[in-house]
């Protein structure tokens, strides 16, 4: 059985930063990219950044990018996303979710078909 | 950056129904639209990927569609179920960022 399970949300000041946790298992992660979704309460859902599967490209949302970094340890089935410069407008439900491929083409980004519970990361002082 | 609409924003309908969602995209993205269920309080799920393959494990009544331009897609519900009341989102994965639609929530 498949499953994500992430970890690290909670109330962090304007500023600071957090290292979320995704941690995976029913699958062989080191073969599959790897994405994390947000959602702001009541709102809907926001791509934040995906990693492909051996870690060699990364890509980020623009509201993000400079402050937030995508990594995975392959030999310990974890994805991991560390938040620097936290904002309020980053508080959100934060989803890691597995990526599937598109078997024809090889493009490993095509569907996200496994997503975590989330964590939630409230951003206030 | 390609933005997505989906309409549409909510919809109202009964046990029974058929049901449409559309998803319009400002440029073509092939077959790269995904759709989503999510309930409250929970995960989205995936309904449909490459605009029209149905995910191992959901329910024949959802089906979806695109058309021949790659701007134009749809979610079909056949017949809604009560379990079916839930906001959809449409999302592409043709090229970063990887945008979802702003959703729509059916309601009974």
Redesign the interface.
Known sequence: EVQLVESGGTLVQPGGSLRLSCAVSGFTFSNYAM?W?RQAPGK????VS?MTESGDNT?Y??SVKGRFTISRDNSKNTLFLQMNSLRAEDTAVY?C?KA?P?VLTGYS?????Y????TLVTVSS | DIHLTQSPSSLSASVGDRVIITCRATQSMHRYLNWYQQKPGKAPKLLIYAASSLESGVPSRFSGSGSGSGTDFTLTISTLQPEDFATYYCQQTYSTPYTFGQGTKLEI
């Open positions: 994405n979704v809907g859902l926001e791509w995906s890509f949302a623009d989803y979710a599937s598109d980004l095509y569907y996200f078909d997503w975590g519970l989330g």
